[in-house]
């Protein structure tokens, strides 16, 4: 009898096993010790889970330095707490993918049209950035003409701000080339050298409570880079980045072709040195995006670029608390919310390859709380490619910082192929719009919380526009100037409160 309820037992565990289908990496010579590389161990335990059937790949507690690590389709990596994958120190255990974005061709943790695929648990995936960087060496300033920005030659990188001058490094710290049915939940991923976690032409994504832990001074560093892809969808998220936190369709050429929608982003905090959420620049159509309930600390809160040609529309970003300062040596000059159309290359001017220019339309921007050190900033180099764009519910403070001498009084409308129109001196009103059409600003306050630098001016300056309506606001100009709270020049078809104290117009119809 005894022998008949061990064996039960027995094929009882037998049958666990096999419906579970758990596959631990240690069972294949995977070493946690942090020096012994495990790049075979680990994808063997991945091939063997996805020939099987698909199952579970585990990471038990310890840390598995490793090379490239390629996941199949139907296999799920599993870190428990205390589990961290590590990147390899050496750029020859990288796997080079075959195909290349802007100069990016290896990754670390890597799939291609794969399905079904997950990374969860409590563990960590370290990308070993200071391996690939010395931390007391900072870049130089990209695409500045010195002769345009207010500060001269004295406009240049600084350290504590970063950002790191480049060293050979590996591309994607994790690239997910046209996969489909993912789940990335409650890990940790940290210490990108270059872009974090990259989607290209990717369908039903979901990111739910994970943290990105990324150094602010390495550049390209980005949390989360969403290429072409849809049905994207990331909640209760922290993401701390160098550069973008979550960037939608960036440069996927050269992997897949496709365009950006149907993308959610809620219950999350994200910190940058550049922007917090960038929109653009691309090849193809951005469109049908929501931002909701979300804390952004950054250079740049919101950036929307249209540059290739694009249609960037229908999106909504409503109950945002955006807080944004100057930085040094980062693209941005702490626009809260910056929106810009500008020429990126040569197909505006040759006729062989001249196509239409980017159009940037259909966005809602609603219960927003502002604290910047600069305004919002609307600049269509084409006038009417930025249309259709709505302020309501926006209570906006603007204070003093440190960084002023070294970087203020200037747009930043990087990257444009014309460097004089890169960076360069302006006066910072608290809204700039330039060459809009049918912009509408409704329950806005403006406040300025310091003595201002004098190239601070109005609250709103508005030029070379058509249809402009601003209605129940409540603006100022910073204390002790006597600009007119709003300027409006070369435009026409405006509706405007009557409860501002003074506007000057001029050429408006």
């Given at each position: ?20 289908k ?90 291609k ?76 991923v ?22 990105v ?51 959610t ?15 653009g620049?691309a ?27 694009e ?70 180099f ?20 440190k ?78 100037t ?28």
């Amino acid at each position: 009898m005894m022998k008949f309820i061990y064996c039960c037992l027995a094929l009882c565990f037998i049958v666990q096993i096999l419906v579970a289908k758990e596959f631990d990496v240690k069972d294949y010579g995977a070493v946690g010790d942090g020096k012994f590389l495990n790049t075979e161990s680990i994808n063997a335990a991945i091939k063997d889970c996805h020939n099987s059937g698909g199952g579970t790949v585990r990471f038990p507690s310890g840390v598995y330095l490793s090379g490239s690590i390629q996941i199949l389709s139907s296999v799920t990596l599993e870190l428990d707490a205390g589990a961290k994958i590590l990147a390899s120190p050496n750029l020859e255990d990288y796997d080079d993918l075959g195909v290349k974005s802007e100069g990016r061709s290896t990754s670390f943790i890597w799939a291609k049209r794969a399905k079904n695929i997950s990374i969860v648990g409590r563990g960590v995936i370290d990308g070993n950035d200071m391996a690939f960087f010395d931390a007391d060496v900072t870049g130089p300033e990209w695409q500045v003409d010195y002769s345009v920005v207010r500060q001269g030659n004295d406009f240049k990188v600084r350290l504590p701000d970063g950002p790191l001058k480049t060293k050979d490094r590996p591309g994607m710290l994790m690239t997910f080339i046209e996969c489909e049915n993912m789940l990335f939940e409650g890990i940790t991923v940290q210490k990108a050298p270059n872009w974090n976690i990259h989607l290209a032409c990717c369908k039903y994504v979901d990111f739910t409570n994970i943290k990105v832990l990324n150094s602010l001074l390495v550049p390209n560093s980005d949390g989360l880079d969403i290429s072409q892809s849809q049905h994207v969808h990331i909640s209760g998220c922290t993401i701390i980045a160098g550069d973008d936190g979550i960037a939608i369709s960036p440069c996927a050429d050269g992997f897949c072709d496709g365009e950006a929608r149907d993308i959610t982003v809620t219950n999350c905090t994200i910190e940058s040195r550049s922007a917090a959420i960038r929109l653009g620049w691309a090849k193809s159509r951005i469109g049908d995006c929501v931002f909701q309930n979300l804390i952004l600390n950054s250079n740049r809160g919101i950036c929307i670029n249209g540059r290739l040609g694009e249609t960037i529309e229908n999106i909504i970003f409503s109950d945002l608390i955006i807080n944004t300062r100057l930085h040094s040596g980062w693209w941005g000059k702490a626009e809260p919310i910056h929106i810009s159309e500008m020429p990126l290359d040569n197909s505006y001017e040759d006729a062989e390859k001249r196509r239409e220019h980017s159009l940037i339309q259909n966005i809602r921007f609603s219960n927003i709380q502002i604290n910047s050190e600069a305004g919002v900033l609307l600049y269509a180099f084409h006038p009417g490619s930025i249309r259709n764009i709505s302020f309501d519910g926006v209570d906006m403070q603007i204070s003093n910082g440190k960084f002023q001498q070294y970087s203020g009084g200037n747009f930043d409308l990087r990257p444009s192929k014309d460097h004089k129109l890169s960076v360069f001196a302006h006066d910072i009103p608290a809204i700039y719009l330039k060459g809009t059409k049918d912009i509408s600003i409704r329950n806005y306050s403006v406040q300025w919380l310091d003595e201002m630098p004098d190239y601070y001016t109005n609250a709103i300056y508005g030029e070379d526009f058509d249809g402009l309506l601003i209605e129940d606001v409540q603006l100022a100009v910073p204390p002790g100037t006597t600009h007119p709270e709003a300027y409006l020049k070369n435009g026409k078809n405006c509706r405007l409160d009557n409860r501002i104290k003074s506007i000057e117009k001029k050429n408006i119809k």
